[in-house]
């Protein structure tokens, strides 16, 4: 029986994301509506859906069927689910600022909400699973985001030389990153309009003009004001564009997010990998339900020097691994031209996606042709080949 599939994924319809990239990914039509991310895995909110000689399934309910054969005894034993979920995403506008919990505490959040009675679809629920959600971004565009706090001596910088911050130097010389961060959250909105209004009085007539760069906060800043809905009332995580790292990424280039790493994606697409969870703490530039008390419990007050891996090639001068701690996922990238042959054997589960170009994906008697967009999933102890007559590039999502 093959353990080679055809998998469809599902296109999410958030607010902040583009109207081209993930139709013209997929080779569908484009109706401006907007795609902000293409879901590959069996997470329960939005399942792919594999095609078996049984007909189409949803993919959770597959793997369920059959785990232990489907995931190999190691990983079956160990989640007891598909434990990675890979994602497309196209970012036009800024997403919240974000931090995860760690798995203890996720374990906990999650049983105490239960207890509560607070239902799973509350607008007001911190805990949707029991999980982690560590991740990993690797660009396909030139990518900015935000990532963990400033160097001491970088935020004192810039605490000191913007006039409207000026008053929160000696908080963070006394109280350190966590002092500093629990006085903006917790001011009230009158006070946060007061402070950065004149702030953003400034910088939004320069954002207008093109006169900011994206490696400035300003431009994020004037940025998140501008495509606000709502211009009067300042959102805090304004204060957080000014304290936290400004990345850019180019294209293959990677970012591993870590449970109470604060940070927010600002622009471009990517490719991202994650641990099967839904489970985001906000902190700001969002409509949606920021609890400050719990946020300031998994935030890593610390400083943070920005790590942006270029991933490891393998010796098959093929495939370019991205390695992280995170025991739930590994994601790679696997570039193909006209004369080469990838060879592999699955020790678990895996979801490869055609990110350009076209290729075969063959196993025993079974050969897929892929193009651009395409998804495929592979079971356990699947050996597996990949040829291309051009050019293809591909992204694997497994476990380690």
């Not at 079956?76 to 689910?81: I, N, T, V």
């Not at 909400?113 to 959600?133: C, F, S, V, W």
């Not at 800043?221 to 204060?239: E, F, M, Q, R």
Request: with cysteine; hydrophobic share 40%.
């Amino acid at each position: 029986m093959s353990k080679l599939f055809a998998l469809k994924g599902k296109i999410q319809n958030y607010a902040w994301g583009g109207t081209t990239y993930i139709p013209q990914l997929l080779g569908l039509e484009n109706n401006n509506e907007k795609c902000a991310e293409y879901w590959l895995g069996a997470h329960a909110n939005a399942p792919s859906v594999i095609s078996t000689d049984n007909g189409s399934q949803n993919l959770d309910r597959f793997i369920a069927s059959q785990c232990t054969r489907i995931l190999g005894a190691d990983i079956a034993k160990k989640f007891g689910r598909l434990p990675f979920l890979f994602k497309v995403l196209d970012v036009k506008d800024m997403l919240s600022i974000q931090v995860h919990p760690t798995k203890t505490e996720a374990e906990k959040g999650f049983k105490l909400e239960n207890e509560l009675g607070i239902p799973l679809t509350a607008a007001h629920r911190n805990y949707k699973d029991d999980n982690h959600k560590p991740e990993i971004m690797v660009a396909l565009s030139e990518f900015w985001l935000l990532h963990g706090f400033l160097p001491e001596n970088e935020l004192i910088e810039r605490l000191k030389n913007i006039p409207e911050f000026t008053g929160l130097l000696p908080v963070f010389n006394k109280e350190g990153y966590f002092g500093l961060y629990k006085k903006v959250m917790e001011q009230s909105a009158e006070e946060t309009n007061r402070v950065l209004k004149p702030l953003v009085d400034k910088i939004l007539p320069l954002y207008a003009e093109g006169k900011l760069d994206k490696s400035s906060p300003d431009y994020w800043a004037a940025k998140a004001v501008d495509t606000a809905s709502d211009k009067n009332n300042l959102d805090k995580g304004i204060y957080s564009i000014y304290f936290f790292n400004i990345v850019k990424t180019n294209k293959g280039e990677a970012v591993f997010q870590d449970a109470g790493i604060p940070h927010a994606y600002l622009e471009g697409q990517n490719m991202e990998l994650m641990a099967n969870s839904d489970n985001v703490l906000r902190g700001g530039l969002t409509p949606k339900h920021i609890d400050v008390p719990e946020l300031l419990k998994h935030v890593a007050f610390e400083e943070t020097i920005p790590n942006v891996m270029q991933g490891e090639l393998k010796d098959d001068g093929l495939e370019r691994i991205y390695r992280t701690p995170a025991p739930d996922f590994e994601l790679s990238k696997i570039d193909l031209k006209k004369s080469d042959t990838y060879q592999s054997k699955a020790k678990t589960a895996q979801i490869l996606i055609v990110i350009d170009g076209e290729a075969k994906i063959a196993s025993n008697d079974k050969v897929l042709p892929v193009v651009k967009g395409d998804s495929v999933f592979l079971g356990a102890d699947c050996v597996y080949s990949i040829t291309s007559q051009t050019t293809a590039t591909l992204y694997k999502a497994t476990a380690p």
